[in-house]
C-alpha cells in the first residue's frame, strides 16, 4: 500500500469493520525495572492478514478526520482490556496515546479524555506528536488546564526532533519528555547522542519533568541509560507493541520477573 494514498472511503469501511487493532508497548522504569505503563499504537489488520503500521495511514487519517473516531476506538478497546486485569495493574498504570494538537482541540476526545480520568486504575498521558509547529488557541488552553487540573498529563514525543520544540515547555503542563529513537540507538557510539540525553536529563531535572529513552534494544543501552539518570525505558528490549490481550497476559509475568 502506498504511504497515506489510502482513500478516504477505505478508511471508513476500515473503521466501522474493526480493523484497527490497539496495540500496547510496556513502559518499564528504571528505578525498579517493573512495566509503569504501556504506549497504546494501532495497527491496520487488513482483511488479507497483512498488518499495515501507522505511519501508512495516521496522515491520512488525519487529513480526512477520521482521526478522533480511530483514537476514540482504540482508547476504549485499550481500556476494557486493561480493566479486565484491573487488580494486577498498580495504581496509577500510566496508558499513553499519542495525540495531535487538531485532536486536542476536539471536545468529543477532550470529554473523553476527562471521564477516562476518573479511572481508578488508570493515569492517563496524552502524548504530542506533531508534524507542524502549533500555537496554542484560548480555547484548547483551556482544554490543556481542565485535563492537566483532572489529572491527565502531557509528554513531548520525539524530543529533540522535528517541531517538539522547546518552546513547548513553557506552553504545556509537560510531565515527561520522550527522547527520541535515533538518541538512544546511537548512544554507545557517537558522543553527541550522549551528550544530548545528558543535557535533556540535567534540563528535564530542573524543570521536574521525568524523562523516557525511547527506541531501548540492548542492555548495554540501558546501563548507560540508567546511569545518566532516565527516568523510563521503553523498547524492543523489554517488549514489542503486542495486542492488549497479550499484553495483559504477559503483564502480570513480567511484574513479578522484573523483566527482562
Ligand atoms: P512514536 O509515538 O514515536 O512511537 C514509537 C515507535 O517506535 C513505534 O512505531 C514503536 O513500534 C517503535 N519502537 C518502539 N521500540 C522500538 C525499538 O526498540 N526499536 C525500534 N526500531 N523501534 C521501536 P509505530 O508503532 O510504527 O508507530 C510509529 C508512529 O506512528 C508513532 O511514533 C506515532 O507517532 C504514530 N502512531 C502510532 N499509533 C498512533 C495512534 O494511535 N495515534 C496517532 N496519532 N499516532 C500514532
Ligand atoms: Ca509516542
Ligand atoms: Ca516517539
Given at each position: 500500500m502506498?504511504?497515506?494514498?489510502?482513500?478516504?472511503?477505505?478508511?471508513?469501511?476500515?473503521?466501522?469493520?474493526?480493523?484497527?487493532?490497539?496495540?500496547?508497548?510496556?513502559i518499564?522504569?528504571?528505578s525498579d525495572?517493573?512495566?509503569?505503563?504501556?504506549e497504546?499504537?494501532?495497527?491496520?489488520?487488513?482483511?488479507?492478514?497483512?498488518?499495515?503500521?501507522?505511519?501508512?495511514?495516521?496522515?491520512?487519517?488525519?487529513?480526512?478526520?477520521?482521526?478522533?473516531?480511530?483514537?476514540?476506538?482504540?482508547?476504549?478497546?485499550?481500556?476494557?482490556?486493561?480493566?479486565?486485569?484491573?487488580?494486577?495493574l498498580p495504581?496509577?498504570?500510566?496508558?499513553?496515546?499519542?495525540?495531535?494538537?487538531?485532536?486536542?482541540?476536539?471536545?468529543?476526545?477532550?470529554?473523553?479524555?476527562?471521564?477516562?480520568?476518573?479511572?481508578?486504575?488508570?493515569?492517563?498521558?496524552?502524548?504530542?506528536?506533531?508534524?507542524?509547529?502549533?500555537?496554542?488557541?484560548?480555547?484548547?488552553?483551556?482544554?490543556?488546564?481542565?485535563?492537566?487540573?483532572?489529572?491527565?498529563a502531557?509528554?513531548?514525543?520525539?524530543?529533540?526532533?522535528?517541531?517538539?520544540v522547546?518552546?513547548?515547555?513553557?506552553?504545556?503542563?509537560?510531565?515527561?519528555?520522550?527522547?527520541?529513537?535515533?538518541?538512544?540507538?546511537?548512544?554507545?557510539?557517537?558522543k553527541?547522542?550522549?551528550?544530548?540525553?545528558?543535557?535533556?536529563?540535567?534540563?528535564a531535572?530542573?524543570?521536574g519533568?521525568?524523562?523516557?529513552?525511547?527506541?531501548?534494544?540492548?542492555?548495554?543501552?540501558?546501563?548507560?541509560?540508567?546511569?545518566?539518570?532516565?527516568?523510563?525505558?521503553?523498547?524492543?528490549?523489554?517488549?514489542?507493541?503486542?495486542?492488549?490481550?497479550?499484553?495483559?497476559?504477559?503483564?502480570?509475568?513480567?511484574?513479578?520477573?522484573k523483566?527482562?
Amino acid at each position: 500500500m502506498e504511504n497515506n494514498f489510502v482513500s478516504a472511503s477505505r478508511l471508513m469501511r476500515a473503521l466501522s469493520n474493526g480493523e484497527f487493532e490497539p496495540y500496547l508497548q510496556p513502559i518499564v522504569s528504571a528505578s525498579d525495572l517493573t512495566v509503569s505503563g504501556a504506549e497504546l499504537l494501532v495497527r491496520w489488520h487488513m482483511p488479507t492478514g497483512e498488518i499495515i503500521p501507522p505511519s501508512y495511514f495516521i496522515n491520512r487519517m488525519e487529513s480526512t478526520g477520521l482521526l478522533l473516531s480511530l483514537t476514540e476506538k482504540i482508547l476504549n478497546r485499550a481500556v476494557s482490556g486493561l480493566s479486565e486485569i484491573k487488580s494486577m495493574l498498580p495504581r496509577g498504570f500510566r496508558l499513553a496515546v499519542n495525540v495531535t494538537p487538531s485532536l486536542l482541540a476536539e471536545r468529543e476526545f477532550t470529554q473523553m479524555c476527562l471521564a477516562l480520568a476518573e479511572h481508578d486504575n488508570i493515569h492517563l498521558i496524552l502524548e504530542l506528536t506533531e508534524l507542524q509547529p502549533f500555537s496554542m488557541d484560548r480555547q484548547t488552553e483551556d482544554k490543556v488546564s481542565r485535563l492537566s487540573d483532572a489529572g491527565v498529563a502531557f509528554a513531548l514525543d520525539d524530543f529533540g526532533t522535528g517541531c517538539s520544540v522547546l518552546s513547548y515547555l513553557k506552553h504545556f503542563p509537560v510531565s515527561y519528555i520522550k527522547m527520541d529513537k535515533s538518541f538512544i540507538q546511537d548512544i554507545l557510539s557517537e558522543k553527541t547522542s550522549q551528550y544530548i540525553v545528558e543535557s535533556v536529563v540535567v534540563l528535564a531535572g530542573k524543570l521536574g519533568i521525568n524523562t523516557v529513552a525511547e527506541g531501548v534494544e540492548t542492555q548495554e543501552q540501558v546501563t548507560c541509560l540508567c546511569s545518566l539518570g532516565v527516568d523510563y525505558l521503553q523498547g524492543f528490549y523489554y517488549g514489542r507493541p503486542e495486542k492488549v490481550v497479550t499484553f495483559c497476559c504477559e503483564y502480570n509475568q513480567h511484574q513479578t520477573s522484573k523483566i527482562p
